[in-house]
């Protein structure tokens, strides 16, 4: 089973729109969430992280924790195609190493 | 802002060279790492390092080590390049130990093997 699972992409969305990004976990134990950023041929960029349960926001994203059901979600309000990416969870479990999702690439249709 | 550079963004090698992967960061993180990153597979973690000298295997080690001799600056090292480990090669860095500190990556290595 893979620690940490996205939903799978390719996401498309209209330019305005919401995009909702969806993370899973499998270590009951873990601390600290990020979502990143990585446009094609670049290397990833932090975009959000969140370590407490409920909402967090940042401009025009959203990142939402709940522990209990080990998920983590991300949204992108008045998605712009300047957002189209592939997005990355990352789940920290210890104090070093991160655990990667595979990411859902997102595409925003003007 | 932090700044971690990998020495090549492009490189080509035959197989069985050996091959080094350089990563120097500027903002005197304890913590590196090195990532492989494939299509379908996402990034997995190769070796880290939290310390000067001080090195772990990540989830997949095998045909690599890394070399960490000064705080800013953490080498991979290919020791008989293989085709099976043409890749996107990341480097990352980071506060230690505290848990809510998050990565900062390089720009990545595009390594082929021929």
């Known amino acids: 089973q893979k620690e940490v699972e996205q939903n799978s992409g390719p996401l498309s969305v209209p330019e305005g729109a919401i995009a909702s990004l969806n993370c899973t976990y499998s270590?009951?134990?873990?601390?600290?969430f990020f979502w990143y950023r990585q446009y094609s041929g670049k290397s990833p960029e932090l975009i959000m992280s969140?370590?407490?349960?409920g909402d967090k926001e940042d401009g025009r994203f959203t990142a939402q924790l709940n522990k209990a059901s080990q998920y983590v979600s991300l949204l992108i309000r008045d998605s712009q195609p300047s957002d189209s990416a592939t997005y990355l969870c990352a789940v920290r479990s210890n104090d070093y190493k991160l655990s990667f999702g595979a990411g859902t690439t997102v595409t925003v249709r003007a | 802002d932090v700044k971690v550079t990998q020495s090549s963004r492009y490189l080509v090698k035959r197989t069985g060279e050996k091959v080094f992967l350089e990563c120097v960061q500027d903002?005197?993180?304890?913590?590196m790492f090195w990532y492989r990153q494939d299509p379908g597979l996402g990034l997995r973690l190769i070796y880290f390092?939290?310390?000067?000298?001080?090195?772990e295997k990540g989830d997949i080690p095998e045909g690599y080590s890394v070399s960490r001799e000064k705080k800013e600056r953490f080498s991979l090292i290919l020791e008989s390049a293989s085709t099976n480990q043409t890749s996107m090669y990341l480097c990352?860095?980071?506060?230690?130990?505290?848990?809510?500190?998050?990565?900062?990556f390089g720009d990545g290595t595009r390594l082929s093997i021929l």
């Open positions: 903002m005197d993180h304890e913590n």
């Open positions: 990352a860095s980071s506060l230690p130990g505290i848990s809510n500190q998050p990565q900062h």
């Open positions: 270590d009951r134990g873990s601390q600290s």
């Open positions: 390092s939290y310390d000067v000298k001080m090195k």
């Open positions: 969140i370590y407490s349960n």
